[in-house]
């Protein structure tokens, strides 16, 4: 299993950045995904979490209206368009394999990439 993200970077607030994670090594579309990130010296959150389909989607709530997750299974990828970032989204961003339980942080995580966000 292999989950690359990139797409992150440094950003104003009120600016939009959209990640990306090039999945690899198992057949992508039979999973559910999830974004999760991870403050410096917080834990992990969890962001959004999209079906096999791409038709259900959940977020929480401090992005919700904010953050799209979406996915293309054709090119083994999962998405996550962010816009009006705020400084406290900065965190490094996940993406996440959900092997166990559906609805949930997922269980398999990419090494992520770093969105900081300035005021």
């Known amino acids: 299993v292999q989950l690359v993200e990139s797409g992150g970077g440094l950003v104003q607030a009120g600016g939009s950045l959209r990640l990306s994670c090039a999945a690899s090594?198992?057949?992508?579309?039979?999973?559910?995904m999830s974004w999760v990130r991870q403050a410096p010296g917080k834990g992990p959150e969890w962001v959004s979490t999209?079906?096999?389909?791409?038709?259900?989607?959940r977020y929480a709530d401090s992005v919700k209206g904010r953050f799209t997750i979406s996915r293309d299974n054709a090119k083994n990828t999962l998405y996550l368009q962010m816009n009006n970032l705020k400084p406290e989204d900065t965190a490094l961003y996940h993406c996440a394999r959900n092997r166990v339980s559906r609805w949930s942080a997922g269980d398999d995580w990419g090494q992520g990439t770093q969105v900081t966000v300035s005021s």
């Open positions: 090594g198992f057949t992508f579309r039979n999973y559910y």
């Open positions: 999209i079906n096999t389909g791409g038709s259900s989607t």
